[in-house]
């Protein structure tokens, strides 16, 4: 143990990145502000689902909420995203190795004449 007190599972940006529902809010919300009406339209999901999703994305600022007007807009902000890129770039050199490994396989298989 760390010593740190343990994290509630909703405020994890892994936990919150888990649900490809999540996901695709992301990507939605990357580019343009947008309600929540457009992104139960783009996902497919009720109007309750997609706002607990942002709930969730909210909590660990990945989302950001502004009102204009009547309405209230929604953003994705990326980085908290970089606590995901720091705990995977530990694994890189791995697959970096395993992608070299697999291309000297291929190119072997293709010196030999087999496809």
Known sequence: ??????????????????????????GFLAHES??????????????????QHLSVLREVGLVESKTHGR???YRSRFEPLQTVHDWTALYRPY??????GLGEYLNRQEGDGQE
Not at 1 to 26: C, E, W, Y
Not at 95 to 100: G, I
């Open 95 to 100: 697959w970096q190795n395993r992608l070299k």
């Open 71 to 73: 309405k209230r807009l």
């Open 34 to 51: 947008r309600p929540v009406g457009d992104c139960v339209e783009e996902l497919g999901i009720t109007y309750s689902a997609v706002s």
């Open 1 to 26: 143990m760390n010593g740190m007190p343990p994290q509630k599972a909703t405020s994890d940006v892994f936990h919150a990145i888990a649900d490809p529902n999540r996901r695709a809010l992301l």
